[in-house]
């Protein structure tokens, strides 16, 4: 099984260092993650429209994921931006992993353009049961 060692040891991809809400609702969770006693990898992402200085990553390396101890990976970003981040990553190095995208959705539809965003991720999180009745909208036409 691809998540064997159950939330104790994970790779958390996110945009701690941006003051805009995703920075801060990553940073939020990263906080929540080792507070739980999860053993977390942290690997900073850059956010591709801040205005602000970024000190992270535009796109993940493989080798990231090739060199990492958890089995598991946890992506807090923007689901639009999916493509950037893992533009030289391929979707055969990410199915080794157990793949966890956090979104966010503000609208009462989900952007049906953004189906192909799905295939990343084994599961989906999201803030809030809107989000979550926005995101199904699509997500069951993946299925």
């Given amino acids: 099984s691809k998540v064997n060692n159950l939330m104790t040891s994970v790779n958390f991809f996110g945009a701690v260092t941006t003051e805009d809400g995703i920075g801060k609702a990553s940073r939020k969770q990263y906080e929540a993650f080792l507070k739980a006693g999860i053993e977390t990898n942290l690997i900073r992402l850059s956010r591709p429209v801040s205005k602000e200085k970024n000190d992270g990553i535009k796109f993940i390396d493989p080798n990231l994921l090739i060199n990492s101890k958890a089995s598991i990976n946890y992506f807090h970003f923007s689901a639009r931006w999916a493509k950037t981040y893992f533009k030289n990553v391929g979707i055969e190095l990410l199915k080794s992993f157990y793949n966890i995208g956090y979104f966010v959705c503000e609208v009462p539809s ?15 999180w999201t803030a809030s049961r809107f989000c979550h009745d926005s995101i199904s909208k699509v997500s069951i036409l993946f299925l």
């Fill in 110 to 124: 989900y952007n049906p353009l953004w189906i192909d965003k799905f295939d990343y991720f084994d599961e989906i």
